[in-house]
């Protein structure tokens, strides 16, 4: 049994008990936006350094970054429940259970992550049928996305993550098994990179020009001032791309891009404003 599935059991008995917990502490932007989705963000006291959804998290301590969570802030908070990632939970776990603070990690890779999250949230907190709406609601948008565009053609996409702001060094690019790229997929488009990898993987720029892409997914980095990078001229350096020549390279700079939650309705329509802008509402223009 995984370390968190035995608190989770506790947690379930408890909600059914006591209502669900009464003080909960998030340690990712994804398990905040879930938390106010499924209708217990009131008992949220704290949250990480980079939580900004919904808004009310101005008013709340911050325990730290997502690898670097304060133990001693948590336990100052007193918090009936902890709810952080499954990929965060080596980082923090076995310190939350030194202190007997009851926790729930949950998974947070792939789409079908992201709702086995929100089930597992608002169980957790007493909330299961929010959670199960929620869920529905989920898919209904993302099936209303991917209908739109199932008979269009599946241009390659190579999207990417992560990079050294103003080069073409150090790129990580989302592989299938990530929600990511199973969002992409949604919206019309293909994984330019082999299954081979599963979620997010180390790329050349030989490799890109080996792969090229159809189109281009960058997630902007650098400032938005005047001293920012400029997209263009940094895959200019690759100018024998396709996607380069054919201006088919696109930023991606929504807030909500790297949160696998419920948000997930959100990327999608960006994914598919760039991949089939013909099949894209007005509305979502």
Known sequence: MSFSRLPLLFLL???????????????????????YGVGAFPEVVGVSQYCSYPPEVSKLPRVGGWQTSDVEKIVALRPDLVVL???????????????????????????????????????????????????????????????????????SVLLVVSRTPGTLSDLYVATPGSYLMDL????????????????????????????????IIDFVHGSKTTLGEHLADVWNDLPELRAVREKHVYPADDPFLPHPSQFVTR???IFERIIHPEAAGEEER
Request: proline residues 5%; charged residues 20%; contains cysteine.
């Open 184 to 215: 992409v997929d949604i919206a019309g488009g293909k994984s330019a990179v082999g299954a081979e990898r599963i979620g997010y993987g180390k790329i050349s720029k030989e490799a890109v020009l080996r792969l090229d892409p159809d189109i």
């Open 85 to 155: 990632t499954q990929a965060q939970a080596p980082f923090i776990a076995d310190k939350l259970a030194a202190f007997h603070i009851h926790r729930v990690a949950v998974p947070a890779q792939s789409l079908a992550d992201v709702f086995s999250a929100i089930r597992i949230i608002g169980s957790a907190t007493g909330h299961p049928d929010q959670a199960s709406a929620l869920a529905k609601q989920t898919h209904a948008s993302l099936d209303a996305i991917h209908a739109k565009v199932a008979k269009l053609d599946r241009p």
């Open 13 to 35: 008995a408890a909600s059914v008990l006591c209502g669900g917990p009464k003080r909960i502490v998030s340690l990712s932007p994804s398990t905040t936006e879930i938390l």
């Open 267 to 269: 990327t999608a329509r």
